[in-house]
């Protein structure tokens, strides 16, 4: 994985590592290093051989540190309602944005069959890198818009997970202890720990602060099976 400088963003992080990959062509057998990476991390083989438009942008992400804002995915539609989950999701293409499409030119998110990265726009064009194009290739192409649903955007993902509202996890047998003292456990000492703790979470809701869940979901999405994609 790339070590990440405080001056990097999402999409330098994430372009440096993907145009490296550019003219990676697909094996025998449908198999890419990019699939076998998947099903070795989601520990299902049916992905080393599927499309690996999205799987090779999961790849990417890891490799550039930036998943939890660009996500692991194999199944575009996921991917994209998980943008739009994060109020991430627009119309409007930039540089860095994952651009998804429908190849039968609808504008519903089920119908999404293939994904890429914005490189550049330019005189009403997107510049692409886009995985399993021309059925092997890892290569750049020029769209126009017409088959395009939307645009994820890692960015905006970033601005929804550190401006969350503040939340405070408290355990739940600590609260139950009060409820139900246990033989053995000093109601007191219970009592006092439940209060300690009521009055940590008036602490951080008074002071701003954001204490993030134990189990916050980074929207890694592993079970679906891959949407068929084609040029």
Same mark, same amino acid.
Not at 29 to 54: E, I, M, S, V
Not at 77 to 82: L, N, T, V
Not at 173 to 180: D, H, L, Q, S, Y
């Given at each position: 994985?790339? !070590? ?8 330098? /992080?994430?372009?440096?590592? %993907? ?13 890419? @290093? ?9 520990? /299902?083989? =049916? ?24 996500? !692991? ?11 739009? =989950?994060? =109020? ?21 998110? @089920? ?7 914005? !490189?550049?726009? !330019? ?12 059925? %092997?290739?890892? @290569?750049?192409? %020029? ?12 960015? @905006? ?75």
């Amino acid at each position: 994985m790339l !070590e990440r400088s405080h001056d990097d963003t999402i999409t330098q /992080d994430l372009l440096t590592v %993907v145009t490296g990959e550019l003219g990676y062509r697909e094996k025998s057998g449908q198999h890419t @290093k990019f699939g076998a990476w998947y099903a070795d991390l989601t520990k /299902d083989p =049916q992905y080393r051989n599927a499309p690996w438009c999205d799987m090779f942008i999961a790849w990417a992400a890891d490799k550039a540190g930036v998943s939890d804002y660009v996500g !692991e995915f194999a199944w575009t539609p996921s991917h994209a309602r998980w943008f739009e =989950q994060h =109020q991430a999701w627009t119309d409007q293409p930039e540089p860095g944005a994952l651009v998804f499409f429908d190849w039968s030119g609808g504008d519903d998110i @089920k119908g999404i069959d293939h994904v890429g990265i914005v !490189e550049k726009v !330019e005189n009403g064009k997107i510049h692409t890198i886009e995985a399993n194009v021309d059925r %092997v290739w890892l @290569k750049r192409k %020029v769209r126009d818009e017409s088959k395009v649903v939307g645009y994820g955007l890692p960015r @905006k993902v970033r601005e929804t997970l550190t401006t969350s509202p503040t939340t405070v996890d408290l355990r739940p047998e600590a609260v139950t202890a009060v409820a139900n003292p246990t033989r053995g456990l000093d109601p007191t000492a219970t009592i006092a720990t439940a209060v300690l703790a009521l009055a940590l979470a008036a602490s951080v809701v008074a002071t701003g602060l954001h204490v993030r869940r134990f189990a916050t979901s980074t929207g890694r999405h592993r079970r679906k099976r891959p949407t068929p994609t084609n040029t």
